[in-house]
C-alpha cells in the first residue's frame, strides 16, 4: 500500500478524517483517524513564570480546562516541593469531582446517548439530544442543565470563575470555604447521586435490557484486548485527583504501578508518518504497531480504563454499580469499548457521593488553605484523571521558577491508538465487499471513537462528538471512490 | 437573574493564547471600551455547547463574536478581518462554536427554550476571518489586529440600538 500523507488543507479546515483503504475485493485493508492538531503548547510555556502555567494551561481549550489547571497546579506543588493543606486538598478533590459528573453527564446525555435512545442509524436530524427529550421526556433534559448547571456552581465557588478556574495556586487555594457554602456543596453532591442512579438505571433499561444494543456492546467489531492505565488510591480504588498510576494487563494482572515523577520509565511516545499527534505505548513491552494483545505496548485510558486498572470504587453506591456490571460481563478486565459509557456513569456516580463524602468531613471549613512555598523551584510532576484520560503536566524550572521545559501527555492522546484500532475494526466490521456505504454505517464507525469521549481540544483544536468529520475510502491504489463529509 | 434583565451581553469567544483565535476575545474588549458596562457586561469564553448555554441564560439580548476560517462562500478567498453576520445554520463556519465537544449552539439554545430556559430573544452571531488561530502565542497576526477598532464599530453600529456608542469612544 502506498505512503499515507496528510492533506495540510483539510487539517488546516478543523475536520477530523477518517481515511479507509480497500482490498481487491472491497473488504477493509486499512483504517486511519487522523485530527488537525495544534502544536508548539509546550514551547509557549518556556521563559514564563511557572506560577503562571495552572492561569494559562486551561485557556487550551474550553472542554476540559479544570482538569488542566488541576494537573498545573498539582505540578507546580511539585516544583515548589509544597505540601498543600488537607483542607486545600480535600476542596480541590471535591471541585474536580463536581466538575467531573458535569462532564460525564454531558457526555452520555448530549454526545452518546442519542446513538442508544434514538438508536445508532437513525436519522442524524433526530438522533441528538432533542430527539432523547422528545422520547424520553422533558424532566431529562432539565436534570441535565442543572447537573451542569451545579457543577458550574462549585467551579465557581471554589475556582474563582466558572469556565477558566484560578482558584487553585501553587501551595493550595486562594480562599478557604464558609460552613453555608459547606452545606451548598452538600446538596449539590446529594444531586448528583440521585442523578448518577437514575442514569445507571436508565441505562440499564435502555441498553442493558435491549438485545440488539447488547449484541452491539459485545461483538468482536468493538472489542480490544489492550493495557489499561488508572490513577488509583492506597487501596488501588479509583481517584480522579491523586494517588498512583496502575497500569495492569490485558489479563487483570498488574503490570506495573508507579508515582507520578516515574511516568517517563514507563511511557514513551511512538511517531507514526501520517499522524503528527504522537502514540503513548508502554516502554517495557514496546511499540509493536496498531494492535492489540499482551506483546503490544497499547494501553488505553478513560473511564473503562480506570475501572479495569482499579481494584473497585472508594463509594459504596459506585462500588455496587462496579459489581454488577463486571458480574455481567464475567470478566475483569472488559474488552468492550462500548463498555466505557457503562463505565462512564459508575464514575458519574462515584463523582456524586464523593463531592457528599467531601462535604462532610468537618476539617473541610478549615481556613487554612494555602502553605506558602519556600524552597527553591526545580521539576515537578503533576497527573490527574481528566474525563478522557489520564492527565500529565511535567514542568522543569530554573531557580527563579521560570520554565526551561514543559512536557504534557493529554487524556485523549493516551486513547489515540486504541481510537485508531477501533475504527479499524468498526469499519471492517460494518463494510463488506460490493456495499455501498451509507450514512447509518459512518455513523457505527463513528460510534467506535465516540464511546472514548474523544477530545482533541488540548492537542487540536476541532473537537469531536459531532464533529465535522470526512469519511474517505480508497482503493487498494489509493484512488478516492467515495467520499462523506458530515459538517459539525 | 434580575440583574440580568433588560441587558445584552456581549460575548467573545476564542483562546487568548491561540494567535487569532483570540479575536473574538478583543473585540469583545474593544467593544467593552465602546459601550456602558451596566447595560452591555463583556464575558469572555473559550466554549460552547451547555456552558455557553448557561452563560446567555437570563440577558435581553445577546452578541455572540468568534473566528472563522473559512469565508462563509466556499468559492471566496479568505479576507483577513473580514466580519460576517451569521445565521444558526452557518455556525459550522466558526471555530469555537463548531468545536464544541457538546452540541451545536442552535441544538443546544432549543434544549434551553423547551426546558423553559429564561434566554435571550435575540442572539447576533458574528465571524471574523482569520489566518493562524492554530499556533500558540498571544500575538494576532499583525493585519488581524489592526482590525479590531473598525471590527468592534462595525458591530456596535450594525446590531446595539443607536445611542449607545461612547460618542468618545477610544476605539
Redesign the interface.
Known amino acids: 500500500m502506498d505512503k499515507v500523507t496528510i492533506d495540510p488543507i483539510t487539517r488546516?479546515?478543523?475536520h477530523g478524517k477518517i481515511e479507509i483503504f480497500l482490498n481487491d475485493d472491497g473488504s477493509v485493508a486499512n483504517a486511519y483517524f487522523q485530527v488537525?492538531e495544534?502544536?508548539?503548547?509546550e514551547?509557549?510555556c518556556e521563559g514564563r513564570p511557572v506560577e503562571e502555567l495552572p492561569r494559562?494551561t486551561p485557556?487550551?481549550?474550553?472542554?476540559c480546562?479544570d482538569a488542566h489547571h488541576m494537573a498545573s497546579a498539582k505540578a507546580c506543588d511539585a516544583v515548589y516541593h509544597v505540601d498543600i493543606p488537607p483542607a486545600a486538598k480535600k476542596l480541590r478533590e471535591l471541585w474536580y469531582n463536581a466538575f467531573t459528573a458535569g462532564d460525564h453527564c454531558?457526555h452520555f446525555y448530549?454526545?452518546a446517548g442519542p446513538d442508544f435512545v434514538m438508536g445508532p442509524t437513525a436519522d442524524p436530524a433526530e438522533r441528538?439530544?432533542?430527539g432523547v427529550?422528545n422520547k424520553v421526556g422533558?424532566e431529562i433534559?432539565?436534570r441535565?442543565?442543572r447537573q451542569?448547571?451545579e457543577a458550574?456552581e462549585v467551579i465557581e465557588m471554589l475556582g474563582g470563575k466558572?469556565?477558566?478556574p484560578v482558584g487553585a495556586i501553587p501551595g493550595g487555594l486562594s480562599k478557604a470555604i464558609t460552613e453555608e457554602e459547606r452545606q451548598r456543596l452538600l446538596q449539590i453532591g446529594e444531586g448528583m447521586v440521585e442523578f448518577g442512579q437514575f442514569s445507571l438505571g436508565l441505562f440499564a433499561d435502555v441498553v442493558l435490557k435491549n438485545e440488539q444494543y447488547m449484541d452491539l456492546v459485545l461483538s468482536d467489531a468493538f472489542t480490544h484486548r489492550t493495557y489499561y492505565i488508572g490513577l488509583v488510591d492506597d487501596n488501588n480504588l479509583v481517584n480522579f485527583y491523586d494517588g498512583h498510576v496502575r497500569v495492569v494487563d490485558p489479563d487483570g494482572k498488574e503490570f506495573v504501578s508507579f508515582a507520578p515523577p516515574e511516568y517517563t520509565d514507563v511511557i514513551a511516545e511512538h511517531v507514526e508518518p501520517w499522524s503528527y499527534l504522537k502514540f503513548p505505548f508502554l516502554k517495557k513491552v514496546g511499540w509493536k504497531g496498531l494492535v492489540d494483545g499482551p506483546d503490544s505496548g497499547v494501553y488505553r485510558a478513560a473511564p473503562l480504563a480506570r475501572l479495569n486498572a482499579a481494584e473497585g470504587m472508594a463509594t459504596p453506591l459506585a462500588q455496587e454499580a462496579y459489581e454488577k456490571m463486571y458480574s455481567t460481563f464475567g470478566t475483569k478486565p472488559v474488552h468492550q469499548t462500548m463498555a466505557f459509557h457503562w463505565a462512564r456513569l459508575i464514575e458519574m456516580l462515584y463523582s456524586g457521593e464523593r463531592v457528599v463524602e467531601l462535604a462532610q468531613d468537618p476539617d473541610i471549613t478549615n481556613p487554612k488553605v494555602h502553605q506558602a512555598p519556600t524552597a527553591t523551584p526545580d521539576e515537578g510532576v503533576g497527573i490527574v484523571e481528566a474525563p478522557r484520560g489520564l492527565l500529565i503536566h511535567h514542568y522543569q524550572t530554573d531557580p527563579n521558577g521560570i520554565v526551561q521545559r514543559a512536557n504534557l501527555i493529554v487524556g485523549t492522546t493516551n486513547n489515540k491508538a486504541g481510537i485508531c484500532m477501533s475504527v479499524k475494526k468498526a469499519a471492517e466490521g460494518v463494510i463488506k465487499p460490493g456495499q455501498e456505504v451509507s450514512e447509518g454505517i459512518l455513523n457505527i464507525v463513528e460510534m467506535a471513537f465516540r464511546a472514548y469521549d474523544p477530545?482533541f481540544?488540548c492537542a487540536t483544536?476541532?473537537?469531536?462528538?459531532?464533529?465535522?468529520l470526512i469519511v474517505t475510502i480508497r482503493n487498494p491504489r489509493g484512488e478516492v471512490i467515495q467520499e462523506i463529509r458530515r459538517?459539525? | 437573574m434580575d440583574e440580568r434583565a433588560g441587558k445584552t451581553l456581549i460575548v467573545g469567544l476564542g483562546s487568548p493564547i491561540l494567535r487569532d483565535d483570540a479575536i473574538g476575545l478583543r473585540v469583545a474588549q474593544a467593544l467593552a471600551d465602546l459601550l456602558p458596562a451596566d447595560r452591555f457586561p463583556v464575558e469572555e469564553a473559550g466554549t460552547s455547547g451547555l456552558r455557553l448555554l448557561l452563560l446567555l441564560e437570563g440577558w435581553e439580548r445577546a452578541v455572540i463574536i468568534d473566528a472563522m476560517r473559512q469565508p462563509l462562500d466556499p468559492h471566496a478567498d479568505l479576507c483577513l478581518g473580514r466580519l460576517n453576520r451569521l445565521s444558526p445554520a452557518q455556525l459550522h463556519s466558526t471555530l469555537t462554536l463548531n468545536t464544541s465537544h457538546e452540541a451545536s449552539l442552535a441544538d443546544t439554545l432549543e434544549l434551553g427554550r423547551r426546558m423553559g430556559m429564561a434566554l435571550p430573544q435575540e442572539i447576533a452571531i458574528f465571524g471574523i476571518e482569520v489566518e493562524d488561530p492554530f499556533s500558540f502565542g498571544e500575538e494576532m497576526t499583525p493585519g488581524l489586529a489592526q482590525c479590531v477598532p473598525a471590527i468592534a464599530r462595525e458591530i456596535a453600529h450594525r446590531c446595539l440600538p443607536v445611542g449607545t456608542v461612547h460618542c468618545n469612544s477610544r476605539a
Do not use: Q, S, W, Y
Request: include cysteine; charged fraction near 15%.
Open positions: 488546516l479546515e478543523g488537525p495544534l502544536r508548539g503548547f514551547r509557549f494559562i485557556r487550551i481549550c474550553g472542554v480546562p454531558t448530549i454526545l441528538n439530544i432533542l427529550i422533558l433534559g432539565k441535565v442543565i451542569r448547571k458550574h466558572p469556565t477558566h477530545c481540544g483544536h476541532a473537537l469531536p462528538g459531532h464533529m465535522p459538517d459539525g
